[in-house]
């Protein structure tokens, strides 16, 4: 089967399991525009499940996975919820490993799932970061024990992870907006940035990508500094399609999170607010910019870290999450049938 046909297939089953097709959140300013894709819209709340999904869809449409293995995936949040999730609805079991330091709630939202979840301690999560590299490690030391059991998308190298974005993200974006400038995505695996690279610069290819990468002494879950984490294969590999970079650090993040919880009564993870602020950054360079990027998750599994950090009263996190389901009325709508 053709990558057209395969994903186009699964691009179909991602829509009818409510997995794609989030809004839009337009943020204006005098120089400039922002368009975020809420991704926490998606059924299991974070923009991992297109990866997982089509991750999943395609190791099991060209035979990789079948029922008697089991799925073993290393993440330090959303993938592993997405992963865990969509096994289990689709009749498959996971095991996950996941940095101790995630948050709490991003830990009982994998035991929630009924799937095995063994949390990672290393140098790094004693000290409060989230480095996934241990993780990976106990992962590959597990695989080595019965190696024929296990199925490791590795999203670190899985194409899928790449073309999901390709196929389902890009589309959708264009579908509803003109005139972008940039693509500004913080990253993670890559999956999303190269998969946005490889859409963008096939069939628009004058709009610029930049990658936000977070400093080497970040917190922020879910991106990853490329000096003191392993480069993922789906970065080296696609190196080329991204223009230029950017650096966002944790407290850029907090005022990110801060300033659209003011602007917009949205409460975001900290990657969004990471990659809201390297937008303003690129804005403030090339005034009269039109910007997309991608708000990751909500704010809803960072409450113990949010409240006791100090970025957001309980109050007003308990107040604003109460509306995190509710599409904010200017957001831009994806939800047609047909993108
Ligand atoms: N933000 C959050 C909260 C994430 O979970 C992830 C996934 N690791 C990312 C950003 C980065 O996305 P990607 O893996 O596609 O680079």
Redesign the pocket.
Known sequence: MDDNTLYGEILEEAYATGIGRTPVLPVSYPNGEIFAKMEWFNQFR???DR?AFFMLKSAEKTGVLTKDKRIIEA?????GIAIANIARLLGYHAELYVPASSSPETIARLKETGNAIIEVEDENSRRGKINIDASIRRLKERISEDPARFVNFD?YSNRA?TLG?FYSTGPEITSVLDKITHVV?????????T?LAKYFKTFYPWVKIVAAEPSADHH?????NLSVSAVPDLIRENRSLIDSWITVDDSDAREGVKELMELKSVIV????GANFMACRKLMAEEPGSRILT?F??SAEKYRSVYTSTGVIREEVFDTLSANINTVPDDAILCDFSDP
């Not at 993870?269 to 969004?272: A, E």
Request: hydrophobic share 25%; charged share 10%.
């Open positions: 974070s923009v991992k990866a993440s330090s949040g959303n993938t999203q992870n974005h995505v913080g990253i993670g695996t890559g999956g999303t940035v998969g922020i879950q879910g991106l990853k993870g900290f990657s969004s991608i990751p998750d």
